[in-house]
T-cell receptor, first 113, second 110 residues
């Protein structure tokens, strides 16, 4: 079955450590997104990519980095510069055309030790 | 001004009740509109797209009012399983970003 796979489901980060969240899709979607969700709040866009080897910053990109070397993969690195990384991270993809919906992975809960 | 605004609730309604949520958007050129459902600590899942003519799926009805720049979701005959957070999502198409409301929390009470 086609879908989006995020891993790990839970991740713990030590202070000063970089961690990478994985996102893989087999939907053949061009566009991929990373969102952050804090308790009781809406989704905020971290980065998005509309095509391989290209990506743009979202509203809260500071302290994060991404790469898009393959169409199916869009990993997110939470760097040590992100001082408040504890949140629920959601990866999503879409065909990229107008009127097309988002499909989400099951999310990664990142916590700081 | 936020791109998308929603009343966060919470809405607590008895089983069988009818409940309606509204969501306003700021970009008049927005083209695509959606309602997503999110259960606690799970990913959002598409409930329905919202079309200019309005659309219905069983107990759920979505409507778009372009003149007033809002979309609505009506749930009839509420079930316990409808308890969730409902997210309003707007895609203005330019830049292909999606803008999310903060979500409206619904609890259906036995």
């Amino acid at each position: 079955d086609g879908g989006i796979t995020q891993s790990p489901k839970y991740l713990f980060r030590k202070e000063g450590q970089n961690v990478t969240l994985s996102c893989e899709q087999n939907l053949n979607h061009d566009a991929m997104y990373w969102y952050r969700q804090d308790p009781g709040q809406g989704l905020r866009l971290i980065y998005y990519s509309q095509i391989v080897n290209d990506f743009q910053k979202g509203d809260i990109a500071e302290g994060y980095s991404v790469s898009r070397e393959k169409k199916e993969s869009f990993p997110l690195t939470v760097t040590s510069a992100q001082k408040n990384p504890t949140a629920f991270y959601l990866c999503a993809s879409s065909i990229g055309a107008a009127d097309e919906k988002l499909f989400f992975g099951s999310g990664t809960q990142l916590s700081v030790l | 001004r936020k791109e998308v605004e929603q009343d966060p609730g919470p809405f607590n309604v008895p089983e069988g009740a009818t409940v309606a949520f509204n969501c306003t958007y700021s970009n008049s050129a927005s083209q695509s509109f959606f309602w997503y459902r999110q259960d606690c600590r799970k990913e959002p899942k598409l409930l329905m797209s919202v079309y200019s003519s309005g659309n219905e799926d069983g107990r759920f009805t979505a409507q778009l009012n372009r003149a007033s720049q809002y979309i609505s979701l009506l749930i009839r005959d509420s079930k316990l399983s409808d308890s969730a957070t409902y997210l309003c999502v707007v895609n203005p198409v330019t830049g292909n970003q999606f803008y999310f409301g903060t979500g409206t929390s619904l609890t259906v009470i036995p």
